[in-house]
């Protein structure tokens, strides 16, 4: 930024000139003497003095300047200063003591950040001693030994002239054997902030405080209702814990008059962990998370500290605006996600701090912008960007710092935060020392800024976006003493954005071959935002087939915002590993809704059926979904009359459905038939299946053989059935015989049994006609299955002949064989093959022959 006495043609008010040029002539007094001093040394000295010279920058003693208070004094304060002095030589140091300098007022900003480059002593610049009692003395100090230091002087010693920033030392002075003379051996440089009254005109300061963390929360959820999350490891619990960074920023920031810069996806996550959550192993199993109390009370105490305070909620999970304009705008619907974190990014911030904060504001890395950076930003409805005055340069004749605000076209304003003041803790600040130096460097430039100008001025102040607990604690520690200092006051950032803007600041924004090379290195690829866009297209395919969609949604919703994070910078490998573990368990839960495996089938007839198998292992219902059975041969079989036939699937959670499809075969063979579901849009969803279809066509060859076979049984039936009747006769014969057989001339009861049993035989016959009588023959049995011969020799024995009804006596037929064989062909009976024929053989019934299938070319009897 522009400033005094940094640019050519440019110069302090005439008041301060006044006040510059008796310093500067009291401040060349001990000059001056350093020069006569060198010029009168003897010859024999001189390379001493060179040595001397060298030895205050070659690091024999290194100084720390551990602490220094009060940081900002005033009239009547006793300054205390401590700290280390180590002997980093070969050589012990001999007399040494270590002193305090007052070197001059520093007019510029330029000139504060001179100093603090300086590692070496300059005689007369750096201000004499100043002496007395307030040293501290060490009669040796060996090699490689530490000594701590505290010296207390009262500020009214240090002779400080008006008000301003002067350059004060620490340096520690004595000989070595090499070098037997006085000299300084180390020396540390910090500043001295002096405004021991109420400024006229007090700069309006923003300081931002960011709650911002890395990506801690996967896409993972549980089963159940509430949904329960999965965290990439247990980091975020370290961090709010006591003593942790994000617990150390929120008990910091409390007490301060700051602007709360807070990224919703850090509220989401620890509001996750109030609850149930898992967290993933190295092994990729998970564990349960123990934490609930820590996040509890991390959300409660945030709550308290942000209630009636500025709070400004960033895109969902900070997304990275410069990779996004850089290397994401090519890839269809990257500006998408970025609308998408910036909507629910308010409502995320409002659900768990019940505070309304401002979402107008983007913030790119570093604050470095190009017309890419700011077209993208202002994309998803921010008409702010706080951007950084070491990329938005002041190249007009400012004398001073102008507002943060200024116009750069297009509605948008740029809030140019300074950047000398937004990188003072940027470095490491676990030493004391360090920290110590980079809270009077802030100072200093705080108040050599505000004694710029009479005009005043709205200041914006961006650190890093993710400050250690070192460096956390430096911020607060300056800010402390910026806060209850004479010089500034604060001011929320919504106040700044809308402070005039100066008429000589630029709004010409850097060109995008201007953006750091050091920051677009370690930019997120292309090839991230394809991936993500990836994942957009599946997640997009799978939420319409789903009932509950906001079960997928929202949680795939907001892993795709982290995948396009700011922390990814410099991670390229983890954000990798990210972005496919969010996929692959997309792939896997949506793989959950699939087609069944079939193995061939066999089709036999022109028509038939065939079942697919829709199975559903999710926990919610799906519907919206199309499955299509295609045949790849519709000449030989067709699906539903055509070559492929469709039919709606919906299955509820944890089920199956069995989808029916009618088909019609043409010809025989196998046919290969692809099943794949679709949703109601036509995309592919999911795996298809295949299976063969054998295609076996009923011929005139087993029509015939079928034919044949329903025939037999037809006439085993009708043979069954003569059978019986024959059967029927034979008894009806025999019972005739036997009537004649016992007939009696004279007895009146034999021929009344004569007729009873004719009646019975006609009742016998149901009415048919009579039979012709038969005498059986030598050798063959009656129907009962004894030989009529036996029963000849009973009418023998007893004496009795045959006698007619009419008492004569009965003649033998003539041909019996002719009786027999006529009864045979009214019968309708055949001799067995296998069976030598007798005149007076009875057919055999069917039960006496073979019940055994009849085996292959055997002839069928009909």
């Given at each position: 930024m522009a400033e005094a006495a940094d640019f050519q043609g440019s110069s302090p008010s005439p008041a301060r000139r006044r006040l510059r040029r008796a310093g500067a002539l009291i401040a060349g007094a001990p000059l001056l003497a350093?020069?006569?001093?060198?010029?009168?040394?003897?010859?024999?000295?001189?390379?001493?003095?060179?040595?001397?010279?060298?030895?205050?920058?070659?690091?024999?003693?290194?100084?720390?300047?551990?602490?220094?208070?009060?940081?900002?004094?005033?009239?009547?304060?006793?300054?205390?200063?401590?700290?280390t002095v180590t002997n980093n030589g070969k050589q012990a140091v001999t007399g040494a003591h270590v002193g305090l300098r007052v070197g001059p007022e520093l007019d510029t900003r330029s000139a504060i950040e001179e100093i603090a480059r300086r590692a070496e002593f300059v005689p007369g610049a750096d201000g004499p001693e100043v002496g007395g009692k307030y040293v501290q003395k060490f009669s040796r100090l060996g090699p490689g030994v530490a000594e701590h230091f505290s010296i207390s002087v009262p500020v009214d010693k240090l002779n400080l002239g008006s008000d301003g920033v002067y350059e004060f030392s620490v340096s520690l002075s004595g000989q070595t054997s090499a070098r037997p003379w006085e000299q300084v051996l180390g020396i540390q440089h910090t500043f001295l902030p002096w405004q021991p009254d109420e400024a006229g005109t007090k700069t309006k300061t923003t300081y931002l405080w960011p709650l911002v963390s890395t990506v801690h929360m996967t896409a993972e959820t549980g089963a159940g209702e509430q949904q329960t999350r999965y965290f990439l490891n247990d980091d975020l619990a370290k961090d709010i814990a006591p003593g942790g960074r994000l617990a150390q920023m929120l008990s910091l920031g409390k007490e301060l008059d700051v602007t709360w810069v807070i990224d919703p996806d850090l509220l989401a996550s620890v509001d996750a962990m109030t609850r149930n959550y898992r967290i993933r192993t190295a092994g990729g199993d998970s564990v349960a998370g123990t934490h609930q109390a820590v996040a509890k009370q991390w959300l409660a105490e945030l709550q308290q500290a942000v209630a009636g305070k500025e709070v400004v909620a960033l895109p969902f999970a900070d997304p990275d605006l410069a990779s996004l304009a850089h290397n994401g705008t090519s890839v269809t619907g990257s500006l998408s996600q970025l609308k998408d974190a910036t909507d629910v990014a308010a409502g995320t911030v409002e659900t768990v701090l019940h505070v309304k904060p401002s979402t107008d504001f983007a913030w790119p890395v570093d604050g470095a912008v190009d017309p890419s950076i700011v077209k993208v930003a202002t994309s998803a409805g921010a008409d702010k960007v706080i951007a950084r005055s070491d990329s938005l340069r002041e190249t007009g004749s400012l004398t001073y710092t102008p507002n943060a605000a200024r116009p750069i076209g297009g509605g948008t304003t740029a809030v140019v935060a300074d950047a000398r003041l937004s990188t003072a803790f940027e470095g490491d600040m676990t030493r004391a020392g360090d920290a110590t130096l980079a809270v009077q460097r802030f100072l200093a430039q705080s108040l050599e800024l505000d004694q710029q100008t009479d005009k005043q001025r709205s200041i914006v102040v961006a650190?890093?976006?993710?400050?250690?607990?070192?460096?956390?604690?430096?911020?607060?520690?300056?800010?402390?003493?910026?806060?209850?200092?004479t010089w500034s006051q604060p001011q929320p950032l919504a106040a700044a954005a809308k402070a005039g803007p100066d008429p000589a600041a630029t709004t010409r924004v850097p060109s995008r071959a201007d953006y750091p090379s050091s920051l677009r290195k370690r930019e997120l690829r292309r090839s991230a935002f394809a991936s993500i866009a990836r994942t957009q297209h599946k997640v997009d395919n799978f939420k319409v087939v789903l009932t509950d969609e906001s079960r997928v949604v929202t949680p795939f919703g907001r892993a795709m915002n982290r995948e396009m994070s700011a922390s990814w910078r410099g991670r390229a490998g983890e954000a990798r590993d990210f972005?496919?573990?969010?996929?692959?368990?997309?792939?896997?839960?949506?793989?959950?809704?699939?087609?069944?495996?079939?193995?061939?089938?066999?089709?036999?007839?022109?028509?038939?059926?065939?079942?697919?198998?829709?199975?559903?292992?999710?926990?919610?219902?799906?519907?919206?979904?199309?499955?299509?059975?295609?045949?790849?041969?519709?000449?030989?079989?067709?699906?539903?009359?055509?070559?492929?036939?469709?039919?709606?699937?919906?299955?509820?959670?944890?089920?199956?459905?069995?989808?029916?499809?009618?088909?019609?075969?043409?010809?025989?063979?196998?046919?290969?038939?692809?099943?794949?579901?679709?949703?109601?849009?036509?995309?592919?969803?999911?795996?298809?299946?295949?299976?063969?279809?054998?295609?076996?066509?009923?011929?005139?060859?087993?029509?015939?053989?079928?034919?044949?076979?329903?025939?037999?049984?037809?006439?085993?039936?009708?043979?069954?059935?003569?059978?019986?009747?024959?059967?029927?006769?034979?008894?009806?014969?025999?019972?005739?015989?036997?009537?004649?057989?016992?007939?009696?001339?004279?007895?009146?009861?034999?021929?009344?049994?004569?007729?009873?049993?004719?009646?019975?035989?006609?009742?016998?016959?149901?009415?048919?006609?009579?039979?012709?009588?038969?005498?059986?023959?030598?050798?063959?049995?009656?129907?009962?299955?004894?030989?009529?011969?036996?029963?000849?020799?009973?009418?023998?024995?007893?004496?009795?002949?045959?006698?007619?009804a009419d008492g004569k006596r009965l003649e033998e037929p003539e041909n019996l064989q002719g009786s027999s064989d006529r009864l045979k062909k009214k019968s309708g009976t055949r001799h067995r093959a296998d069976a030598p024929e007798q005149p007076s053989d009875p057919t055999p019934d069917t039960a006496a022959e073979n019940a055994d299938p009849s085996g292959t070319g055997e002839k069928v009897d009909r």
């Open positions: 350093g020069l006569l001093q060198l010029s009168a040394a003897p010859s024999a000295h001189a390379g001493g003095q060179d040595s001397a010279r060298a030895a205050s920058g070659s690091g024999t003693v290194s100084v720390s300047l551990d602490a220094l208070t009060p940081s900002v004094p005033s009239d009547g304060d006793t300054l205390t200063v401590s700290g650190p890093q976006r993710m400050p250690s607990a070192s460096q956390a604690q430096a911020m607060a520690q300056a800010l402390t003493a910026l806060q209850g200092g972005r496919d573990g969010v996929e692959a368990y997309l792939d896997d839960i949506s793989e959950q809704v699939k087609l069944i495996d079939k193995s061939e089938t066999k089709l036999s007839g022109r028509s038939a059926t065939i079942p697919v198998t829709v199975q559903n292992n999710l926990v919610q219902g799906v519907h919206h979904l199309v499955l299509r059975l295609t045949s790849t041969n519709p000449t030989r079989l067709k699906i539903g009359g055509k070559a492929y036939d469709e039919q709606p699937v919906a299955v509820a959670g944890g089920h199956s459905q069995s989808v029916k499809f009618t088909t019609s075969a043409n010809a025989n063979g196998p046919v290969t038939v692809i099943a794949q579901l679709y949703t109601q849009d036509g995309q592919k969803y999911g795996d298809r299946i295949t299976f063969d279809v054998k295609v076996t066509e009923i011929t005139a060859t087993v029509m015939l053989i079928i034919g044949g076979g329903v025939l037999l049984l037809v006439l085993a039936g009708f043979r069954m059935y003569t059978q019986r009747r024959r059967a029927a006769a034979r008894e009806e014969a025999e019972a005739a015989q036997a009537e004649q057989g016992d007939d009696r001339p004279a007895g009146r009861d034999g021929a009344q049994r004569d007729g009873a049993g004719q009646d019975g035989a006609d009742q016998h016959n149901g009415g048919e006609q009579d039979v012709p009588d038969q005498q059986s023959g030598p050798g063959t049995a009656d129907a009962t299955g004894e030989p009529a011969d036996a029963g000849a020799a009973r009418g023998a024995t007893d004496g009795t002949e045959d006698v007619s």
